[in-house]
C-alpha cells in the first residue's frame, strides 16, 4: 500500500513508477477520495466535539439532538469506509 501523502508531495513521481510497471491510474481520482476522505473526517470529529458538549451538559432536552448527532456520525462513517475501500 502506497502513503497518501506521499502521492499528493510528488504525484509525478508516483505516476512514473506506475507506468514502469505498466500499471496505469488516474491520480486525480486518487486524490479527489482522499480530499473527500479528509472532508468527512472532519465532520465527524466536529459532530462528535458537538455530541460530546452536549453530554457534558447532561439536559435531558438536548437528547433527541444527540440521538440525530449520533446517526449523522453513522452515516459519515458509512461514506468514509466506502471511500476508504475505493482508495
Request: avoid cysteine; glycine fraction near 0%.
Given at each position: ?38 472532508k468527512l473526517i472532519q465532520e465527524k470529529e466536529a459532530l ?40
Amino acid at each position: 500500500m502506497h502513503n497518501i501523502k506521499d502521492i499528493k508531495q510528488n504525484p509525478d513521481q508516483f505516476k512514473k513508477d506506475l507506468n514502469n510497471r505498466f500499471v496505469d491510474i488516474d491520480l486525480k481520482i486518487i486524490l479527489s477520495l482522499d480530499e473527500k476522505n479528509r472532508k468527512l473526517i472532519q465532520e465527524k470529529e466536529a459532530l462528535e466535539k458537538e455530541k460530546k458538549d452536549i453530554s457534558k451538559t447532561k439536559d435531558s432536552t438536548m437528547f433527541e439532538k444527540s440521538k440525530k448527532i449520533s446517526e449523522q456520525i453513522s452515516k459519515l462513517t458509512r461514506e468514509q469506509s466506502a471511500i476508504k475501500k475505493k482508495l
